[in-house]
């Protein structure tokens, strides 16, 4: 078996911490993450690529000859596209999961309710740990293992805490969850339990936690997970290249994404635009973002400014992982509009639920997060935003058992019970499949399958 790992055949990229803001570029970042002369974000650039260097046609067929190999870092969907990330002169190093390496699925079904002829779904809660984060975190959590720390921090709605409990874990590192207080899905929290996790539930909102941490992370020798970590973004970046690679470097019109603290948004963005300069694709997809009603400061911010000045709401719905009202990322993700041509949408918590019922019906499923994808398409469909014969990739973000409780609720009609949301759910009746209680007996049984199926009677 070739050795893809040796230096030789593959030289570590070169990476640069640079602002977004003023432009400074450092080797190493603060420990918040943000710029020392101007506060702004950072990003993560390569001095050094070229597409002479950087041959694409080369490195298609050399990232699909490592998915024949056992090797852990070309069994990892995020480390077989190394040479866009940055390096690592040991790549033993590297904290894996085998992350990344996610289905493409068409959506047949939730093709014909939008009126599009074909769509299909990148899920990326087919992940390790059943979100997109884990392709961040094994590169930020290896940066954090090669750079000594002992401890790793995040805030979060819970993936991300999920996520980084179980790469510390395996990494040999100790973490630390800020959660706020009931407003995490018991699958997430029962993860970053189980692998370990120190795990405070505050009495405030995800932006109440990300606010105390960055202050913890001044004081303390921890080191930040969250996605204002570029290393983060630049894991998460590789959902886009793998797709790319699915559909054969022929990209898609339009990507949709759920938009919380709006990381992978700027992260998917990132991708395509350093794809295109470099040769892999001829055109970038228009990435769109889409929030809840209840929780939309991007929304807000673009329709009032223009995306000058981030406009923070107090968040609010049921999609908790997006419950997040004043994103870190959000100048990237303006950014990513821009240069994409991207729009960005709303949609209700009543278009929220439906939505996931019907990715639920081909077969799919996901959690209620990444059901605004499909929400906020139907939006941009009737709009004339995204036209009937262009092709359409939907980013599912988590897997539909992180969060049981809202499905639950839903298909028992209970889940706008004493909300503003109420009236409005009577839409979702036909969608809803309550389990139905019966007699233990033969009869009954054969009763209600024929009930199900009108066919049956005939
Ligand atoms: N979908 C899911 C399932 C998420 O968990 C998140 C964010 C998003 C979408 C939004 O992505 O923040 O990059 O815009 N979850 C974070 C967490 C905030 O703590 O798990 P984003």
């Given at each position: 078996?070739?050795?893809?790992?040796?230096?030789?055949?593959?030289?570590?990229?070169?990476?640069?911490?640079?602002?977004?803001?003023?432009?400074?570029?450092?080797?190493?970042?603060?420990?918040?993450?943000?710029?020392?002369?101007?506060?702004?974000?950072?990003?993560?650039?390569?001095?050094?690529?070229?597409?002479?260097?950087?041959?694409?046609?080369?490195?298609?067929?050399?990232?699909?000859?490592?998915?024949?190999?056992?090797?852990?870092?070309?069994?990892?969907?995020?480390?077989?596209?190394?040479?866009?990330?940055?390096?690592?002169?040991?790549?033993?190093?590297?904290?894996?999961?085998?992350e990344g390496n996610t289905p493409?699925?068409?959506?047949?079904?939730?093709?014909?309710?939008?009126?599009?002829?074909?769509?299909?779904?990148?899920?990326?809660?087919?992940?390790?740990?059943?979100?997109?984060?884990?392709?961040?975190?094994?590169?930020?959590?290896?940066?954090?293992?090669?750079?000594?720390?002992?401890?790793?921090?995040?805030?979060?709605?819970?993936?991300?805490?999920?996520?980084?409990?179980?790469?510390?874990?395996?990494?040999?590192?100790?973490?630390?969850?800020?959660?706020?207080?009931?407003?995490?899905?018991?699958?997430?929290?029962?993860?970053?339990?189980?692998?370990?996790?120190?795990?405070?539930?505050?009495?405030?909102?995800?932006?109440?936690?990300?606010?105390?941490?960055?202050?913890?992370?001044?004081?303390?020798?921890?080191?930040?997970?969250?996605?204002?970590?570029?290393?983060?973004?630049?894991?998460?970046?590789?959902?886009?290249?793998?797709?790319?690679?699915?559909?054969?470097?022929?990209?898609?019109?339009?990507?949709?994404?759920?938009?919380?603290?709006?990381?992978?948004?700027?992260?998917?963005?990132?991708?395509?635009?350093?794809?295109?300069?470099?040769?892999?694709?001829?055109?970038?997809?228009?990435?769109?973002?889409?929030?809840?009603?209840?929780?939309?400061?991007?929304?807000?911010?673009?329709?009032?400014?223009?995306?000058?000045?981030?406009?923070?709401?107090?968040?609010?719905?049921?999609?908790?992982?997006?419950?997040?009202?004043?994103?870190?990322?959000?100048?990237?993700?303006?950014?990513?509009?821009?240069?994409?041509?991207?729009?960005?949408?709303?949609?209700?918590?009543?278009?929220?639920?439906?939505?996931?019922?019907?990715?639920?019906?081909?077969?799919?499923?996901?959690?209620?997060?990444?059901?605004?994808?499909?929400?906020?398409?139907?939006?941009?469909?009737?709009?004339?935003?995204?036209?009937?014969?262009?092709?359409?990739?939907?980013?599912?973000?988590?897997?539909?058992?992180?969060?049981?409780?809202?499905?639950?609720k839903f298909h028992r009609g209970?889940?706008?019970?004493?909300?503003?949301?109420?009236?409005?759910?009577?839409?979702?009746?036909?969608?809803?499949?309550?389990?139905?209680?019966?007699?233990?007996?033969?009869?009954?049984?054969?009763?209600?399958?024929?009930?199900?199926?009108?066919?049956?009677?005939?």
């Open positions: 078996m070739t050795d893809h790992t040796s230096p030789k055949s593959n030289p570590a990229q070169r990476s640069q911490l640079r602002c977004i803001g003023c432009g400074v570029v450092c080797e190493k970042a603060e420990q918040n993450f943000h710029c020392a002369s101007c506060g702004d974000l950072l990003e993560i650039v390569y001095p050094d690529w070229t597409s002479t260097r950087l041959d694409p046609a080369r490195l298609r067929t050399l990232w699909r000859q490592r998915r024949a190999s056992g090797l852990p870092v070309d069994e990892s969907g995020v480390w077989r596209f190394r040479e866009l990330l940055p390096g690592f002169d040991d790549w033993h190093e590297i904290i894996t999961l085998r493409l699925y068409e959506m047949p079904h939730c093709a014909r309710v939008s009126g599009l002829e074909q769509l299909y779904a990148k899920h990326q809660g087919m992940n390790p740990t059943g979100s997109f984060k884990d392709t961040g975190m094994t590169l930020a959590a290896s940066v954090a293992r090669r750079e000594g720390f002992r401890w790793v921090a995040c805030a979060s709605t819970g993936n991300t805490s999920a996520s980084m409990a179980a790469y510390a874990a395996r990494g040999g590192m100790r973490s630390l969850v800020l959660i706020p207080e009931g407003k995490v899905s018991w699958g997430k929290l029962s993860q970053a339990l189980d692998y370990g996790a120190v795990t405070c539930q505050l009495k405030t909102d995800f932006d109440g936690c990300m606010r105390l941490l960055n202050e913890v992370v001044q004081r303390m020798p921890v080191y930040l997970l969250n996605s204002v970590n570029p290393y983060r973004l630049e894991g998460q970046k590789t959902a886009a290249i793998e797709l790319m690679e699915q559909f054969d470097w022929q990209p898609s019109d339009h990507i949709i994404v759920p938009g919380g603290n709006l990381g992978n948004s700027s992260a998917l963005g990132k991708a395509f635009l350093e794809m295109k300069q470099l040769g892999f694709i001829s055109t970038v997809p228009k990435v769109s973002i889409i929030q809840a009603a209840g929780a939309n400061p991007l929304v807000r911010t673009m329709r009032e400014n223009g995306g000058k000045k981030l406009i923070s709401v107090q968040a609010e719905t049921a999609a908790s992982a997006i419950r997040i009202g004043n994103p870190a990322s959000w100048k990237k993700a303006v950014g990513v509009l821009q240069a994409t041509g991207g729009a960005v949408e709303q949609v209700s918590e009543v278009e929220i639920a439906l939505a996931k019922s019907e990715i639920g019906a081909d077969g799919i499923g996901c959690e209620p997060a990444s059901a605004v994808t499909l929400a906020g398409l139907m939006k941009l469909v009737k709009q004339g935003f995204v036209k009937s014969g262009e092709s359409v990739v939907l980013i599912l973000t988590g897997h539909l058992l992180k969060d049981p409780e809202f499905t639950l209970d889940l706008f019970a004493g909300t503003e949301s109420e009236k409005e759910a009577d839409i979702l009746r036909p969608q809803q499949r309550a389990p139905i209680v019966l007699d233990a007996t033969t009869d009954a049984v054969i009763r209600t399958l024929k009930e199900a199926d009108g066919r049956l009677e005939a």
